[in-house]
């Protein structure tokens, strides 16, 4: 896009560097210089904080928001927003807990069952939003609501079966390569996959349309409402996903436990470059974005700020850093 | 058109609102075993206006086609606000409503000056506002507690001449002192223009960004009010982030039950308040029926994904597939 607007001499230096930097958004820049700020800040403040042992772990933790956010960001592109985050993970991981009190089949099913959960929340979700053009902020809060009274009467108001199953467990806090957690090999997958989709195939195309202008996208011949639906479901099936990772990571799923990720999710997909008006922006940024908010989270919890305080700072960083690059643009 | 025809058009999500809050409350109280007396209606006032004040703050943001996903949060951060100020001798205690109706303002004069100056989303922004409000909401009670000046909470807690919930009465002042004159006034017109048509609006010399900033910033102050009442009601204060959460749900579920248009420029804060009485009493109707009341929130989501997927029928009188996409 750049390379049309900024002309010839730009283009011409431009050219010689790397594709990578080439094409990056600035925004995405800003994040990642964020990041060396906040690592050199916390190497200030502690020695271990640019340890590998350290640094690995935080990328660990990171892997649990970096899923979610995936789904988040699918669905940001859209120009919606999917805030049944918080009780679509808490889903995923009751369910998947749950489902292992049915015997060694139950167990074996664990994963696939609690993802599945998440992917019908997003189902009801994408209906809403792509047929009965529901606004997306709305129907999802609602949902969200849904499942939050579906869990509680599940629950009873006592655990059930809460306890992680030995394959959640592996795959959020085990080693399948020396050195690199099965949770970050995860987000790889899934980042990896997700950015295919988004640069390869004409389902990441038409998503990007519909962001731009779902008219546009529509007239020039796609089933915009099957492409919607299908990110939302998406979307759900990562949150629930994420949750999943969660509840092996804490070894048992909670209630709220979701409640953690939702702004997190979406500060780290609009930090990371991505329009929240949709139709713009790159899983790279998103990368960067969950990174960020990670350390940040990191940092704050090292040096003992209360919670009180760290909701504060928190608040401030991603108010501060979208005026900084993600404005609309001026009206008219 | 004749004038009454086109009054009752306007009127029609409100008068609805107001005809589904009244059979709720016949079924309500008809099943209540106390009956219909003063003390149900002071107790379901009491509990409809926390509800309502915050719905009637999420009404004027969300006439201007924004959301304030805060309103639960400052709700929170003013209550425990007032479990500190609002106590002691009469000067004091007035000092504290003040300086927590202040605060409510304030709150909302950040959030319409990051939306409408800064030019962000409003659910982002709001979202991350909310979390300070929480913060310093969390900074104030670190763990529940506080006073509160019992005897005017008594007083706008109970009853008038026996019969009449002092709730009520307050939010109807509230609602002529501060909702009718913004209604009336040009700053609330272009907040209906903004929600309307933000670029015919601007095209026409409305001052859209004034009166955007005035919704927000009175938004703040009708969740304050209800962050008093909350403590009148408590006597405490308590930094509860699932509560603060629900009332912003809520609060939205209620705008949606009053008619007001979640696109914008159409609705009413008396259709709010209506729709916060209602949605209240549907909840209430669980218990006066007697079932557990952990199926309460599954309950009350069912009601607001109903509520919401309610608007979906206007499809039907979509002619061109094009208008499904705004």
Known sequence: ?332 | MKDWRYWLAEQRGTLLAFGIFIVMFAIYSANHPAGFTANVVQTAANKGVLLAFVAMAQTLVVITAGIDLSVGMIFTLTNCMASWLVIGTGLETAFGVLAVLGTGLLCGAVNGAIVIYGRLQPIVATIATGAVFFGLALLLRPVPGGSVNEDLADFLTGRFFGVLPASLIVLVAVVLVVWVPFRRSELGRAAYAAGSSETAAYMSGVPIRRGKFLAYTLAGLLAAIGGLFLTFFTYTGEAAYASGNAYTLFSIAAVVLGGVSLFGGKGSAIGAIFGALAFRTIGDLLFVFDFDPLWQPLFQGVILLIAVSLGAFALFRVRNRLEWFL
Request: proline share 4%; hydrophobic share 55%; net charge positive.
């Open chain 1, 1 to 332: 896009m750049s390379e049309t607007t900024l002309g010839g001499i730009v283009g011409g230096i431009a050219g010689r560097m790397p594709k990578f930097i080439r094409r990056a958004d600035p925004a995405v820049l800003t994040s990642f210089a964020c990041i060396v700020l906040l690592l050199l800040l916390g190497s200030l403040y502690s020695r271990s904080f640019l340890s590998p042992e350290y640094l690995l772990q935080q990328l660990k933790v990171a892997s649990f928001l970096g899923v979610i956010a995936t789904g988040m960001m699918l669905v940001i592109l859209l120009g919606q927003i999917d805030l049944s985050v918080p009780w679509a993970v808490a889903a995923g991981a009751m369910m998947a807990c749950a489902a292992a009190a049915y015997g060694p089949v139950g167990v074996a099913l664990a994963i696939p069952f609690g993802v599945l959960c998440g992917v019908a929340i997003g189902i009801v979700n994408g209906i809403g939003v792509a047929y009965l053009r529901i606004p997306s902020m709305i129907i999802t809060l609602a949902t969200n609501a849904v499942a939050q009274g579906l869990m509680v009467v599940y629950t009873g108001g006592f655990s059930p079966q809460d306890s992680a199953t030995a394959a959640m467990r592996y795959v959020a806090t085990g080693f399948t390569i020396p050195g690199v957690p099965n949770a970050v090999i995860i987000w790889a997958l899934i980042g990896a996959a997700m950015v295919f989709v988004l640069t390869r195939t004409s389902f990441g195309r038409a998503v990007y349309g519909i962001g731009n202008r779902e008219r546009a996208a529509y007239l020039s011949g796609i089933d915009t409402r099957r492409i919607v639906m299908i990110a939302f479901a998406v979307s759900g099936g990562l949150s629930a996903f994420g949750g999943v990772l969660l509840a092996g990571y804490a070894s048992k799923a909670a209630q709220s436990m979701g409640d953690a990720y939702l702004l997190p999710s979406i500060a780290a997909v609009v930090l990371g470059g991505t329009s929240i008006l949709g139709g713009r922006g790159s899983y790279l940024g998103t990368v960067a974005g969950v990174i960020l908010i990670t350390l940040l989270q990191s940092i704050l919890s090292v040096m003992q700020m209360p919670e009180a305080g760290r909701q504060i700072i928190y608040g401030v960083v991603i108010v501060a850093m979208l005026l900084l690059y993600g404005r609309a643009p001026a009206s008219r």
